[in-house]
């Protein structure tokens, strides 16, 4: 039996049990036993977290940046440390593998120390103008920050709706996932444990609507965060709408993956496929509709399905294991129903498209990794983000159809391509509508580097000097 940690939200200082809450149940989504029982808060609740971040950004805007990059680099360093025990309970309660968890939380230490550095070079600049007028331009936390952060990166999805907030010098009330509470407050606490202010970072957890409703319908709010899907996002921005809170929004993706005839088809392939089923697919940036060349399209098909079935599905904790069961019960059955729909209009399932028959009797919620062909453009996946280990290869004849392809969808936050031809990569840089452009690379996050989307993906980025920004307002200050 595998230790799971107590389960608290932290409020005002306080770590706040059930004591009569409601609560949430923690699923392993491994074997769907119960791990922990989730207090969920309540009106009462969440005005003592507004009034305790009130009084967090007044003390933490005035906190000097050494300060603010002490307790960022401190946290880095605590968690490299607690690496190998913090993975473990990530894997735990979202079950994608050790490899994965323990990547996480290195990429959370990287971010934290990046941030370190950014948040002292935060400088506003002089208009010192020849008539000898002054005005000086500063960048000013923006306040308290209410975020609210997905399950699919237990650890680097709280890591970034915390850092940046508190690079920035603001306050930050987060209501992690439900599902995935533990890899959230262990962050929490590295940033406690290297000296943070407990007022600065509330967390509360909760019925996602009630909480988000009751904190944008408050004053004190001067920022949203969001990561997840469109749908929650759009209606999360409207309540914004209405304190004019400033907001940053990543959501949903359908990655294209444009593979021309002249690419390394081994490289592309040996990159491509375990980027697809990394995380089991529940990844925003994932590569989900590949728009595959003629010439070289049979050759694809059969280098991925054959990537694709040598794959190891099982327990995240078991070190062979290469794909996790997916993180809830709701995403085993929005993939068959995907494939159903997909076959049904004449798509070809090349493999997967059950649980993996090796799974037995165990109750976890295990997918196999699906390859789907020739899939017609009326399909609910080809316009649904499938969220899972679904790939889809449809066959193009030239670059202007697959650029049309991979732009016909509203959404845009990342896009692939593979191409040796050097003009052609310039080409498609500039004309693939997403935040994130990978060319023969999946690459493509980095701390140094802004993260997020464009049209239906969203606005405003994380990670970068960017991310940081984003949780300032730009003031400017003339002298007479
Ligand atoms: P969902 O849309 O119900 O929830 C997505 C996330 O939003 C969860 O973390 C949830 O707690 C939160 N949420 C939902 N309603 C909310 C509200 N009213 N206020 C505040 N937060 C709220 O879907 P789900 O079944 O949990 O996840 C599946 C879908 O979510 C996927 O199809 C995918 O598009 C999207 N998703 C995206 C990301 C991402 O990284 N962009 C991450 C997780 C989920």
Redesign the pocket.
Known sequence: MSAYPSLYMLIDGNRVGANGRRTHAVINPADGATLGELPLADPADLDTALAAAQRGFRTWREAPAATRAAVLHGAARLLEERKDAIARIATLEQGKPLAETRIEVGMVANLFAFYAGECQRLYGRALVRPTGTRSTVVHEPVGVVAA?A???FPLANPGRKLGAPIAAGCAVIM?P??ETPASALAVVQALLDAGLPTDVAQIVFGV??E??RHLLASPIVRKLS????T??GR??ARLATDNMQRTTM???GHGPVLVFDDADLARALDTVVPHKFRNAGQV?VSPTRFIVQDGIFAAFCDGFVARARALRVGDGLDHTTQMGPMA?A?RPEAMDRLIGDAVARGGRLLTGGRRPAEMGANAGFYYAPSVLADVPIDAAIMQE?P?GPIAILNRFADEDAMIAEANRLPYGLAAYAWTADARRQHRLARALEAGMVGINTTMIAAADSPFGGVKWSGHGSEDGIEGVLACMVTKAVHEG
């Open positions: 609210f997905p399950w699919n209501k996932a439900e996602p609507d909480v988000s969001f990561t997840g899907s749908a929650v209606h999360l990543e959501l949903g925003c809830n709701r983000e969220f």
